[in-house]
């Protein structure tokens, strides 16, 4: 398996722009989450789901972000519109219920920087 | 209020050197503890899982302890290679389906 494949890499907007972050998890896991991670505050839960249905979503910031699951395979983590502090590094993980039980499997991230 | 506190925040060792990692966490009830290590530019990558029951776990050069009692955790590398270089995440879960909590992480330079 691949791991979980994030896109973009590295995206770069102006402020007010609508920017969509894309995740791909592991094959056969049931359970996705969003991550921002910044120097000051270091990783923090933004949303996850299980099963494609979002649990816990006390993390997303404010209004301007959302996340979807419209099935197993793919997960999208919106922000509209931008702001210069959304500039972070946003990973995905995902989980399987099986053996390797609470082990989170990250991408590689997607590094935002609003300008 | 469940937290994870880590330290130092940065360290830099000689090639070949040992060095511990610390953590404490005030997560209730605890479930499990684990040791992430991330790279610059990657995403983190689990080194060690432990639950309450276990005092010490070992990967390769790694060895990561956890004292369930006091609450606290840490990370062993032995004979420190280049390659250990990155930043060393402590993870807590609770029981059920509450959230991870994350540490901020400890960076780790090892120079020749």
């Known amino acids: 398996d691949a791991g979980v494949i994030q896109s973009p890499r590295h995206e770069v907007t102006e402020m007010g722009q609508e920017v969509t972050l894309r995740c791909k998890p592991i094959?056969?896991?049931?359970?996705l989450f969003w991550y921002r991670q910044t120097m000051m505050r270091g990783l923090e839960l933004l949303i996850y789901f299980n099963n494609n249905v979002p649990i816990d979503d006390s993390g997303m910031p404010e209004d301007r972000f959302s996340a979807k699951m419209p099935n197993a395979s793919f997960s999208t983590l919106k922000i509209q519109p931008s702001e210069p502090r959304d500039s972070a590094v946003y990973f995905c993980?995902?989980?399987?219920?099986?053996?390797?039980?609470?082990?989170?499997?990250f991408g590689a991230g997607t590094r935002l920087s609003v300008l | 209020k469940n937290q994870v506190e880590q330290s130092p925040q940065s360290l830099i060792i000689l090639e070949g050197k040992n060095c511990t990692l610390q953590?404490?966490?005030?997560?209730?009830?605890?479930?499990?503890l684990r040791w992430y290590k991330q790279d610059t530019g990657r995403g983190p990558v689990s080194l060690t899982i432990?639950?309450?029951?276990?005092n010490t776990k070992s990967n390769g050069r790694y060895t990561a302890t956890l004292d369930a009692d006091t609450k606290q955790s840490s990370l062993h590398i032995t004979a420190s290679q280049l390659s250990d270089s990155a930043s060393y995440i402590c993870v807590v879960s609770g029981e059920g389906n509450t959230p991870l909590v994350f540490g901020k992480g400890t960076r780790l330079s090892v120079i020749a």
């Open positions: 432990m639950t309450f029951s276990e």
């Open positions: 094959s056969g896991h049931n359970s």
């Open positions: 953590c404490n966490y005030t997560v209730s009830p605890f479930s499990n």
């Open positions: 993980a995902s989980r399987s219920r099986g053996l390797a039980k609470n082990i989170q499997y």
